[in-house]
């Protein structure tokens, strides 16, 4: 559902990491990229206004005033926005490089809602 929230808002190369098993910390990472501040605010509003709507409500926000990297973190899973350069720099998605990749649904996919 995050995923395809963040996709509503035209984030760009978005992947799911399944971690059960791998990592204590959380069972899944969304990892997208955004191409300005203003995006990764709008994909960060969109993914939490998605989630509260079932229920999820975040637990922890961090990076959204100059948004670089804006985490928000619902305890079992945790969504990473990225501008481009600042994923390719912490390059989480090749430290968790063993980590599954869980499939974005097909509406996902075209970043639009079900």
């Known amino acids: 559902m995050a995923a395809e929230a963040a996709q509503e808002k035209k984030s760009k190369n978005t992947c ?6 791998l990592s204590s910390i959380t069972d899944y990472f969304v990892i997208c990229s955004v191409t300005s501040d203003v995006q990764g605010r709008a994909v960060a509003d969109n993914v ?10 975040v637990w922890f ?7 670089k990297w804006i985490l928000l ?3 079992d899973v945790v969504v990473h926005i ?16 063993d980590a ?4 974005l649904s097909t509406a996902a996919k075209k ?3 079900k």
């Open 82 to 97: 990225f501008e481009e350069e600042t994923r390719d720099f912490y390059g989480l998605d090749r430290l968790w490089g």
């Open 73 to 75: 973190d619902y305890v």
């Open 111 to 113: 970043g639009k809602k």
């Open 16 to 21: 799911i990491l399944d971690l059960r098993g």
């Open 61 to 67: 926000v961090e990076g959204y005033e100059h948004a």
């Open 100 to 103: 599954p990749r869980a499939k």
């Open 48 to 57: 939490q206004e998605e989630l509260s709507k079932s229920g999820a409500d």
